[in-house]
């Protein structure tokens, strides 16, 4: 059955640093979806990107975020400069419809 | 605003008696609902989803859920638990296509 997957699973940086988490969506999926899930709290919407644009996003994606599809088959979450509270469980999710959604296993991202 | 709400923090339901995990939200139009299981270190998985028709959905591993529109409520039901049914479930909204919104969780254990 295909699945979404994401490398790293965890990724360790110092704050400020620069971070890439990396998505490879299922192959006939056109939406995709970032969200982040801080430690025992609720999953948070960060953005969705359709056609090869951003389509919707949260308030907390802001300037130091950024979202690419640059080969057709990754999908890749950028933080310019990491704070502390970027610490999270980062989801990739894709969809065929734009409804229900395929979850990876996701990427612990611990800022220190 | 719009909004998910799932009141009970945790659910604790003996082995083989029925459950029901809670589920209210408040949103404008029609929107599609869904019901996604975490297990410990892993993604979301999806259960069920109501978009239109008959308010009973059926889902994965023998859940459904039950979508009132009066109520704007969408229980999650299981007719008989099992101890491996214990994980953290997820209420979600998708709104405007783009974006889903997801409650804060509730816990269920079973107790064998």
């Known amino acids: 059955e295909p699945e979404v997957t994401q490398t790293p699973s965890h990724q360790v940086t110092q704050m400020g640093q620069e971070v890439i988490l990396r998505c490879v969506p299922i192959s006939n999926h056109l939406y995709f979806y970032w969200y982040r899930q801080i430690l025992g709290q609720k999953v948070e919407f960060l953005v969705s990107?359709?056609?090869?644009?951003?389509?919707?996003k949260s308030e907390i994606f802001d300037d130091q975020f950024s979202v690419e599809r640059p080969d057709g088959s990754n999908f890749t979450l950028k933080i310019r400069s990491t704070k502390l509270e970027d610490s999270a469980m980062y989801f990739c999710?894709?969809?065929?419809?734009?409804?229900?959604?395929?979850f990876g296993p996701g990427t612990r991202l611990t800022v220190l | 605003a719009q909004s998910v709400a799932q009141p009970e923090d945790q659910v604790n339901v003996a082995e083989g008696n029925p459950l029901t995990v809670k589920c209210t939200y408040s949103?404008?139009?029609?929107?599609?609902l869904f019901w996604y299981v975490q297990y410990p270190n892993r993604g979301l998985q999806f259960l069920l989803k109501y978009i239109t028709g008959d308010n009973l959905v059926k889902g994965s591993y023998g859940f459904e859920a039950e979508f009132n529109k009066s109520q704007t409520s969408f229980h999650l039901k299981k007719p008989s638990a099992l101890v491996s049914d214990s994980a953290l479930y997820f209420c979600a909204v998708n709104i405007g296509g783009f974006k889903t919104i997801f409650g804060a969780g509730t816990r269920l254990f079973v107790k064998a």
């Open positions: 949103v404008s139009g029609n929107p599609y």
């Open positions: 999710a894709s969809s065929d419809s734009g409804d229900e959604q395929f």
């Open positions: 990107f359709y056609n090869n644009e951003i389509s919707e």
